[in-house]
């Protein structure tokens, strides 16, 4: 059974900065690929950043392209998300998740990921 549980969410003002991390256990975890993940209130859930097993690639979204970084401490079991430059329409849950598949293809669909966090919320205030 794969748990993950994230943090680091909170109330920060447009510019502003967090860093999400994303506790992960019940598995090989530096096999799978990790992605985060967001969703606005009335908005379906959207890619936001994937990150390869090793942590040597990275694919992110547009829109958080040049303001998000992703890193991952394989001996630690964890992921982090580390953004800046925050924007209003940021303001989402967060959740992290496990890829379905082995492999280092960086998927960036939901259904590509099959166990995810609780989430935690990001409000970004202009």
């Known amino acids: 059974q794969v748990q993950l549980v994230e943090s680091g969410g909170g109330l920060v003002q447009a510019g502003g900065s967090l860093r999400l991390s994303c506790a992960a256990s019940g598995r090989t975890f530096s096999l799978y690929v990790m992605g985060w993940f967001r969703q606005a209130p009335g908005k379906e859930r959207e890619f936001v950043v994937a990150?390869?097993?090793?942590?040597?690639?990275?694919y992110y979204a547009d829109s958080v392209k040049g303001r998000f970084t992703v890193s991952r401490d394989n001996a630690k079991n964890t992921v982090h998300l580390q953004m800046n430059s925050l924007k209003p329409e940021d303001t989402a849950v967060y959740y992290c998740a496990v890829s379905r598949f082995l492999g280092s293809a960086l998927r960036i669909r939901t259904d590509d990921y099959h166990y995810w966090g609780q989430g935690t919320q990001v409000t970004v205030s202009s």
């Open positions: 990150i390869s097993g090793s942590g040597g690639r990275t």
